[in-house]
């Protein structure tokens, strides 16, 4: 919501002033960890090897780590799997 601020000359005229909006928190964190993650510079195969490692070689376990919510914020890129 803007904030008034009142005139100089007779205080009765108020000029409304428009403050800085705030990026949605969602848009702030992958724009974040997008700029991390291309510091890193992670390949597609590493991200699913390392996922394999976690799942313990589970195919199922794996499909819910590289296609998780955490997965897309950490990466700042959804990742699709089709098939």
Avoid: H, N
Wanted: proline share 2%; glycine share 10%; no cysteine.
């Amino acid at each position: 919501m803007a904030k008034r601020t009142a005139g100089k000359t007779s205080g009765v005229t108020t000029v409304r002033r428009q403050g800085r909006r705030v990026m949605p928190a969602l848009r702030r964190t992958a724009k974040r960890a997008r700029v991390v993650a291309q510091k890193a510079q992670l390949t597609l195969g590493e991200v699913i090897a390392a996922a394999f490692d976690t799942a313990g070689g589970e195919m199922s376990g794996v499909l819910e780590l590289v296609t998780s919510p955490q997965m897309t914020r950490a990466l700042g890129r959804r990742i699709v799997v089709e098939g």
